[in-house]
């Protein structure tokens, strides 16, 4: 019996998830591609709909490491620890792009679900690979945490940008129409 006993259930729900996520999040991509909101400015994607993306993958990897049956936390929390950092990287890129693109003014919403939560949740991979070592349920709890935020982050994120789409698509099509 290992440390990771007993998580399976939690990971066969949450890796699918985040799979099926991605797929969904492509295909919403196409079909809005064609809106003039959605080739306003390709840093706002950038800034604002990749990183959904990039949320969704990571759950999907967190996943797939805690399910391989290792024999301890050792390499994983190393893995984690890596993962945590590359989040943190990335945020400092989005938040760059969420600042240089000009299609949309960020609100404080914004700030908080494409940058602030991200943070929290990278930094939480950094703190189970750090403590991995000597507390391993703790460890394994902020994992399990980590992956949940970053996958309601990246539904959130996803709806948004879907929700922000559709409404500029009506406001478009409502002021060509009194035209």
């Known amino acids: 019996m290992t440390v990771l006993d007993g998580w399976e259930n939690f990971y066969i729900i949450v890796g699918p998830s985040a799979g099926a996520l991605i797929g969904l999040q492509f295909v919403?991509?196409?079909?809005?591609?064609?809106?003039?909101?959605?080739?306003?400015?390709?840093?706002?994607?950038?800034?604002?709909?990749?990183?959904?993306?990039?949320?969704?993958?990571?759950?999907?990897?967190?996943?797939?490491?805690?399910?391989?049956?290792?024999?301890?936390?050792?390499?994983?929390?190393?893995?984690?620890?890596?993962?945590?950092?590359?989040?943190?990287?990335?945020?400092?890129?989005?938040?760059?792009?969420?600042?240089?693109?000009?299609?949309?003014?960020?609100?404080?919403?914004?700030?908080l679900f494409h940058l602030l939560l991200p943070l929290v949740a990278y930094l939480g991979m950094g703190a189970a690979a750090c403590i991995a070592g000597s507390h391993e349920r703790p460890a394994l709890f902020l994992i399990a945490t980590a992956a949940l935020l970053l996958l309601f982050i990246g539904i959130h994120n996803a709806w948004d940008t879907v929700t922000y789409h559709v409404f500029s698509r009506k406001r478009e099509h409502h002021k060509k129409s009194k035209e």
């Not at 620890?81 to 960020?106: C, D, E, H, K, N």
């Open 28 to 111: 919403v991509i196409t079909l809005i591609a064609d809106t003039p909101a959605a080739r306003a400015d390709e840093m706002a994607g950038s800034a604002f709909t990749t990183p959904s993306v990039v949320h969704f993958e990571l759950v999907l990897l967190l996943s797939a490491l805690v399910s391989i049956p290792w024999q301890g936390l050792g390499t994983v929390s190393i893995l984690w620890g890596l993962m945590g950092l590359f989040g943190l990287i990335y945020s400092i890129i989005v938040a760059r792009r969420m600042r240089l693109q000009t299609a949309y003014q960020p609100v404080f919403e914004d700030w």
